[in-house]
């Protein structure tokens, strides 16, 4: 915190004992439903639910013609995955009875000689919540964006987290009964192909995907944000 501090006390302006002070506001967004999670929160923290990323961007016509003739799996590592492990994901893919729609071309990009499966589709970004949508089930890396995306579309979801944050985020969707956790590994392939197929023969899983899906929908995030700034500070700037 010290150059915080010293630029502080340039500008005449209390300084910040530690890291935590310095992250706590007078009001904390926590952009997430408070049934994801369950903790209580202390004072002055609010569930706004998710800010999910909606552009209006359209999917692809190789995407959106992709033969649903076997399940659709979508594949998304954010920015945050590690290209070795990808890789070796996508290499599992080979001669499964399903398609996969894998946004992962720039970790790809740094991992030479990969050979894509012929039931595979590599592409660069997408629309995440339109993908979703479309997918059978999604293997994601557990960011909390990804995590939020996938628990709206309804669809089971097989959790390879790269940090800590992203186990803890997948755990909580596996508490909800359709999601399975798969460790961080040098190469974890065979476990996730493993959860792959549990999950796609798991009716109760779906079933509980769907369900939450609903309680998601019941969370407006940016309504939610925007109002609970304005009643907190909106009225104060009109006084």
């Known amino acids: 915190m010290g150059p915080v501090n010293k630029a502080a006390k340039h500008y005449g302006v209390a300084g910040y004992k530690s890291i935590f002070e310095y992250w706590r506001g007078d009001i904390t967004m926590v952009a997430e439903p408070a049934e994801f999670s369950g903790v209580k929160l202390p004072s002055n923290y609010y569930y706004t639910g998710p800010l999910i990323a909606r552009q209006d961007f359209p999917l692809p016509e190789e995407?959106?013609?992709?033969?649903?003739?076997?399940?659709l799996i979508y594949f998304a590592m954010g920015s945050s995955g590690t290209p070795q492990i990808i890789a070796k994901i996508i290499e599992s893919f080979?001669?499964?009875?399903?398609?996969?729609?894998?946004?992962?071309?720039?970790?790809?990009?740094k991992v030479p000689g990969v050979k894509i499966p012929s039931n595979v589709m590599v592409t660069d970004w997408l629309p995440a919540h339109l993908v979703n949508k479309l997918a059978d089930l999604s293997l994601i890396h557990g960011g909390i964006g990804t995590v939020m995306t996938a628990a709206?579309?309804?669809?089971?979801?097989?959790?390879?987290?790269?940090q800590l944050e992203q186990v803890?985020?997948?755990?909580?969707?596996?508490?909800?009964?359709?999601?399975?956790?798969?460790?961080?590994?040098?190469?974890?392939?065979?476990?996730?192909?493993?959860?792959?197929?549990?999950?796609?023969?798991?009716?109760?899983?779906?079933?509980?995907?769907?369900?939450?899906?609903?309680?998601?929908?019941?969370?407006?995030?940016?309504?939610?944000?925007?109002?609970?700034?304005y009643n907190k500070f909106g009225r104060l700037s009109k006084q």
């Open 63 to 71: 995407i959106k013609n992709i033969p649903r003739d076997k399940p």
């Open 94 to 109: 080979e001669g499964k009875s399903y398609r996969v729609i894998a946004p992962v071309k720039q970790h790809l990009d």
């Open 152 to 162: 709206y579309a309804g669809k089971p979801v097989v959790g390879v987290g790269m």
């Open 168 to 229: 803890a985020n997948i755990a909580c969707l596996v508490r909800k009964g359709f999601a399975i956790r798969v460790a961080k590994s040098k190469d974890p392939s065979k476990k996730v192909q493993e959860a792959i197929r549990l999950l796609l023969h798991d009716e109760d899983a779906k079933r509980k995907a769907q369900e939450f899906s609903k309680i998601m929908e019941k969370w407006d995030g940016p309504k939610m944000a925007a109002e609970l700034l």
